[in-house]
C-alpha cells in the first residue's frame, strides 16, 4: 500500500466481491492484483495508469 498524498486523486474504495459479498477496502489505483480476502476471487487488477475493479464498488472514501 503506497502512502496517500492529496495531489494524485487517490481514492480508497469499499468493494463487494461477486462471488462470496466479503467488503473490503482497496486502493482505487492498486499497481498490484488484489484477491478477495476471503475466496481469493480478483477483485481488483491493474491496467496502466488506473486498476480496474471488477468487483461492486459500493462506496468511495475521498
Ligand atoms: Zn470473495
Known sequence: MVILN???RSRFVKVRCPDCEN?????E???????CLVC???VSKP?????????EVIEVFE
Open 6 to 8: 492529496r495531489d494524485n
Open 29 to 35: 489505483k492498486a499497481s498490484s492484483m488484489i484477491n
Open 47 to 55: 491496467t496502466g495508469g488506473k486498476a480496474k475493479i471488477s468487483a
Open 40 to 42: 481469493g476471487s480478483i
Open 23 to 27: 467488503e473490503q477496502i482497496i486502493f
